[in-house]
């Protein structure tokens, strides 16, 4: 399994941007995928989860109502679609992939088995 993050880059606080996280080599569709994020001295943190076809999505409590993750299957994509952003946001953004099932768990690195390499955003104030 190989998992591809892009779309990181410089933006003013207020502004967006969208993330992708293509795969390769795995059964897109059964896929849970996550995305994280880890700051400077800062542990890495779960971003969003979203879990395999019609199931479940979560958010952490810090980017409900500003992020939102979707996923193509067609494309064997996953998006963050990230708005309002705050200099707090800025991180390198990875994405990772496992299994189902995944539930509560999602926010937990040790949940995934597959990384993507990171890309970075950084919001100036």
């Known amino acids: 399994v190989q998992l591809q993050a892009s779309g990181g880059g410089l933006v003013q606080a207020g502004g967006s941007l969208r993330l992708s996280c293509r795969a390769f080599?795995?059964?897109?569709?059964?896929?849970?995928i996550g995305w994280f994020r880890q700051a400077p001295g800062k542990e890495r943190e779960g971003v969003a989860c979203?879990?395999?076809?019609?199931?479940?999505?979560f958010y952490a409590d810090s980017v409900k109502g500003r992020f939102t993750i979707s996923r193509d299957n067609a494309k064997n994509t996953v998006y963050l679609q990230m708005t309002s952003l705050k200099p707090e946001d800025t991180a390198v953004y990875y994405c990772?992939?496992?299994?189902?099932?995944?539930?509560?768990?999602?926010?937990?690195?040790?949940?995934?088995?597959?990384w993507g390499q990171g890309t970075q955003v950084t919001v100036s104030s």
């Open positions: 990772a992939a496992d299994r189902p099932p995944i539930g509560t768990m999602w926010h937990l690195t040790n949940s995934y088995d597959y």
């Open positions: 080599r795995v059964s897109f569709t059964d896929a849970i």
């Open positions: 979203i879990s395999n076809t019609d199931g479940p999505i």
